[in-house]
């Protein structure tokens, strides 16, 4: 599990950032993204994929929660 940072872009975007490898990506698709239900599995632009529980409503932004990466054994 990582800790990461979701806020968001200039142009409205979410955009993630790991602090631990410096990286910084859009995130082209979130699993849940209503007003009930916020989180879920996040894809980004370069083809990463990370899961972030779900949370109830969306939080407001920038947050930092953990998220463990969907592609790799941990």
């Known amino acids: 599990m990582a800790n990461i940072?979701?806020?968001r872009g200039a142009a409205?975007?979410?955009v993630f950032?790991?602090?631990k490898?410096?990286?910084e990506d859009t995130i082209t698709s979130m699993e849940?993204?209503?007003a009930d239900k916020w989180g879920g599995e996040i894809k980004l632009n370069n083809g990463g994929a990370y899961y972030v529980d779900p949370m109830?409503?969306?939080p407001r932004l920038p947050i930092s929660v953990r998220a463990?990466?969907?592609d790799a054994a941990e």
């Open 5 to 7: 940072m979701i806020r």
């Open 21 to 23: 490898r410096d990286l």
């Open 32 to 34: 849940f993204d209503q």
């Open 56 to 58: 109830p409503a969306p």
């Open 68 to 70: 463990r990466r969907m």
């Open 17 to 19: 950032y790991l602090p």
């Open 12 to 14: 409205g975007e979410y």
